[in-house]
């Protein structure tokens, strides 16, 4: 019978450990520090965009021009743990469209690679509109 108490009693422990755990989880963005990305006409201000894998960080995607952007990333995005109030910002192919003058906010914890970047808007990557994301 003690046998049996002893179970229930890590059983619980463990329990409250991840319910004591998610809560400080979900939080984890209040202190991601901002990386600010610009999309202009043809380009991607900075051009390689350098994050440290596993640290929280808000992308601020601000499109300074008169037509709207792409900031297309799929195998970026597939690898990243996404905020879930932000996975709306990211269509299924991967891409996160910013309207002219507006920005985005994308909360992720990245993984590790080098990660392709281009903006899909017919012309926009033949036009130089293209990037590197690298994460360490």
Known sequence: MIRDRRNVSHSSVAFLAVLMVAPAAAHHFDKAAAQPVRLVDYRFEPGAIR?????????????SAQQPHEFAAPEFFASATIRPGDVKFINKEGEAEVAPGQHVDVGLVPKAGTYHLQCN?????????????IVK
Do not use: D, E
Request: hydrophobic residues 40%; positive net charge; proline residues 8%.
């Open 121 to 133: 808007k017919p012309g926009h990557a033949a036009l130089g509109m293209r990037g590197t994301i």
């Open 51 to 63: 994050l440290t894998a596993g640290k929280p960080v808000i992308l601020r995607l601000s499109n």
